[in-house]
């Protein structure tokens, strides 16, 4: 086994991590594993499923498609940094109002893909969106009506940037 | 899966990649990752050393050149370079087809230099670079190379550069004001692998197409212009170029079929991307307009 490891320096959910990783550890291996946030799920590994979507400097990435070297200097945000002070986002309001998940399997993963309303997403845009990640419980017609009720809420009521 | 075990040098430089390069032969360069990394948790690579290249500035860049083309660096990602004014001024064939390339999240991370460099048969970039007749900047120990869109796409996953070479970026030449632009891919589901695609360039005088050019993705080893097809277009009407098309189009043998596609389907679909994109660019064509 290769020994060799780097140390890393990066901001998850606003903490400052500084941590040594194997060259080939994913960000997703790294969240999950030594900083114990399991909500990033990994489903394909492949990019394809986007179970494992974080935000980096308020992209989503496939996190499983990251080495956890590369984001060194980075701020990541998970699912568990969505609510604040025990307050839902507005997303996940909407999508527990609309029981946009089941298994909740796929659910973070939409929700960072979904949060900081990626490419001034409107209502057309976001069936094809949503190709982008794989939903085996709700049909996504829930999910569907969650997004795009988010969508519609004025620019002034959301929270910039995924806040 | 996971990768298996590799050591990495981050450059910091294009040398620096190029030294790392030469070193070791099993040493393979890393860029936005989106396509060697699932290779890697699939275990069809397993090289010993990653050049990663993501922080080398000299591979950064979108710049107007004085021709009215565009000069894209390697290392620009999908989202940053849709988002550039140059890109709609100047490329709009690009901006339209970008989107195409699988899905937000990976557009995030994927980069120009790394699409071409993949050389992967239904990729949009290789048809992007052979359709607008794009010249790949190549860094080499000894300064650099150019290379022809046409002659860098030499096999599935498999391009022209020799060891210790690597992509910088690529010159895309200015579009003709005449000519009307198209693409069309047709996949299972958006954001998947197309099964085919193509792109067109057209021009059209007075209700007639009088030059195409063509290339077909997906269904060909390499993006294909299919010499047959252009001359069969002109003289035709836009809305009526299915006969003349299918007409030209090579048989279904000449396809060489896969687990999505046989080589019927692959014949269908190619005819049906090409027509798509044919009509598309002839819409947009200068004088498309019938008096």
């Known amino acids: 086994m290769n020994d060799t490891t780097m140390q890393v320096n990066m901001t998850v959910n606003g903490e400052s991590i500084e941590i040594a990783v194997a060259p080939r550890t994913t960000l997703a291996d790294l969240l999950r594993g030594p900083l114990g946030l399991t909500g990033t799920h990994l489903g394909c590994e492949q990019g394809v499923c986007g179970a494992c979507t974080v935000l980096l400097e308020g992209a989503p990435v496939r996190s499983c498609l990251l080495f956890a070297y590369q984001a060194d200097g980075a701020e990541v945000r998970t699912i568990e940094g969505l609510a604040e002070d025990g307050e839902l986002h507005p997303l996940q309001e909407l999508f527990l109002e609309k029981r946009a998940f089941q298994c909740g399997f796929c659910t973070p993963g939409i929700l960072m893909g979904l949060v900081g309303k990626p490419q001034g997403l409107d209502r057309e845009g976001i069936r094809d969106y949503l190709g982008g990640f794989v939903c085996r419980c709700t049909g996504y017609e829930p999910i569907l009506a969650a997004a795009e009720a988010y969508v519609a809420q004025s620019e002034d009521e959301r929270p910039k940037d995924g806040e | ?291």
């Open chain 2, 1 to 291: 899966m996971k990768a298996p075990p590799f050591e990495c040098v981050v450059a910091a430089s294009v040398g620096e990649a190029l030294d790392a390069l030469t070193a070791d032969e099993d040493a393979v360069l890393i860029a936005g990752g989106q396509s060697l990394v699932p290779m890697l948790a699939l275990r069809l690579a397993a090289p010993t050393v990653l050049v990663d290249v993501n922080r080398v500035s000299e591979l950064q860049g979108v710049v107007r050149a004085d021709n009215g083309g565009l000069s894209i660096g390697a290392m620009v990602r999908q989202t940053e370079l849709l988002e550039q004014p140059a890109l709609a001024d100047r490329q709009p064939l690009v901006a339209e087809t970008l989107p195409y390339i699988a899905h937000h999240a990976i557009r995030n991370r994927s980069t120009v230099g790394g699409a071409l460099a993949h050389a992967d048969p239904a990729g949009e970039w290789p048809l992007l670079a052979v359709l607008l007749q794009g010249t790949i900047d190549v860094a080499t120990r000894n300064g650099g190379r150019r290379i022809r869109a046409e002659d860098f796409f030499v096999g599935p996953l498999t391009n022209a550069l020799g060891q210790g070479e690597l992509v910088r970026g690529i010159e895309l030449p200015p579009m003709g004001s005449d000519t009307g632009w198209g693409f069309h891919e047709v996949a299972r589901r958006p954001g998947d692998f197309a099964l085919a695609g193509a792109g067109a360039l057209v021009a059209v005088h007075d209700g007639e197409i009088t030059s195409a050019r063509v290339v077909l993705m997906g269904t060909t080893p390499v993006p294909t212009v299919l010499s047959e097809v252009e001359p069969a277009l002109v003289g035709h009407r836009p809305e009526d170029i299915f006969e003349p098309l299918e007409d030209a189009m090579p048989a279904s043998e000449s396809f060489q079929g896969d687990a999505h596609a046989p080589p019927e389907f692959q014949r269908h679909l190619s005819r049906v991307v090409m027509q798509r994109a044919i009509q598309q660019a002839a819409a947009r064509a200068h004088g498309a307009e019938v008096p």
